[in-house]
């Protein structure tokens, strides 16, 4: 149904950015928010000048700084960052590697905080961002401990492939789940972007439910990786820790824990 008001349209604007694409043309915006081009092509003017919206080199346009500082107001998030904060830099300290904290948000892994040193490797991540839970360490955690029904859900979707390393089968994917929940511990190589390898948390409140996933993410071969999961696992125990005794966020920001504990997952080959 076309929007009528200005304020609907406004509202299906922004909302076409909800499918966690980190960017799309005018052309897609116009399509998801059912309006004429014009009229998308002067209200997504009006957002880029007021911050809500960003327009990058190539003319497609990402949500802006401001709408996601909007966002981040949300006090369950916001304490979460504060007291992964402290967390992440000793960690990062400790390798100089991309560090990430990700929460599961409608079916994808939304980014609420990472540290990128100068010298680590690029990453498609930033804060704000949501990605596929199927090809990400984070989200390899976060679909882990996900409540059943979301998981089947995500089972039964395609699964996008990001790289030519990228779990694309479903029953692949599940037995890799499983290991994670078996072993606490996620690992990708390759599969969002070339190159890129992670390791990821899990993160769990007093009740010991999942509510986000802590990463590295590093351009080591797959061989180095395995080191660092001690490192990333004492951290995010050690977060848990302070989520415990000084969160008090609901659910609503992560996952519900299912049964089981979480593992290497990453292609082989």
């Known amino acids: 149904m076309t929007p009528v008001t200005v304020t609907g349209k ?3 604007i922004l909302g076409a950015f909800a499918a966690g694409d980190g960017r799309l043309t005018l052309t897609e915006v116009c399509r998801r928010a059912d309006l004429a081009l014009a009229t998308g092509h002067r209200l997504v003017a009006e957002l880029v000048g007021g911050g809500f919206l960003e327009r990058l080199d190539d003319g497609s ?4 700084v401001k709408l ?5 107001q949300a006090h369950a998030a916001t304490d979460l960052r504060d007291l992964a904060l402290p967390h992440m830099e000793d960690l990062y300290e400790a390798t100089h590697e991309n560090v990430q904290l990700a929460v599961l948000r409608d079916g ?7 540290l990128r040193g100068t010298r680590s490797m690029p990453i498609v991540t930033r804060v704000g ?4 839970l199927h090809a990400t360490g984070v989200g390899k955690v976060l679909l882990a401990y996900a409540p059943r029904q979301l998981r089947e859900r995500v089972l039964a979707e395609t699964l996008a492939a990001h790289t030519e ?4 089968d479903p029953e692949r994917l599940r037995v890799c789940l499983a290991e994670v929940r078996r072993t606490g511990v996620a690992t990708t190589s390759g599969e969002m972007t070339v190159g890129a390898h992670s390791v990821a948390a899990p993160v769990r409140d ?6 986000a ?4 993410v590093t351009g080591r071969r797959t061989a180095d990786l395995r080191r660092l999961v001690p490192t990333v696992t004492t951290a995010a125990r050690a977060l848990s820790r302070d989520v415990a005794l000084h969160w008090s966020g609901s659910g609503d920001i992560g996952a519900d824990a299912d049964e089981g504990a979480g593992g290497d997952c990453h292609p082989r080959g």
């Open 165 to 168: 390393r990228t779990i694309t």
């Open 213 to 216: 996933a802590l990463s590295l």
């Open 68 to 72: 996601w500082h909007i966002g981040a």
């Open 10 to 12: 406004v509202m299906a």
């Open 61 to 64: 346009y990402r949500v802006g």
């Open 108 to 114: 994808k892994a939304l980014y609420l905080e990472r």
């Open 129 to 132: 961002v949501e990605l596929p």
């Open 206 to 211: 007093r009740h010991d439910a999942v509510i």
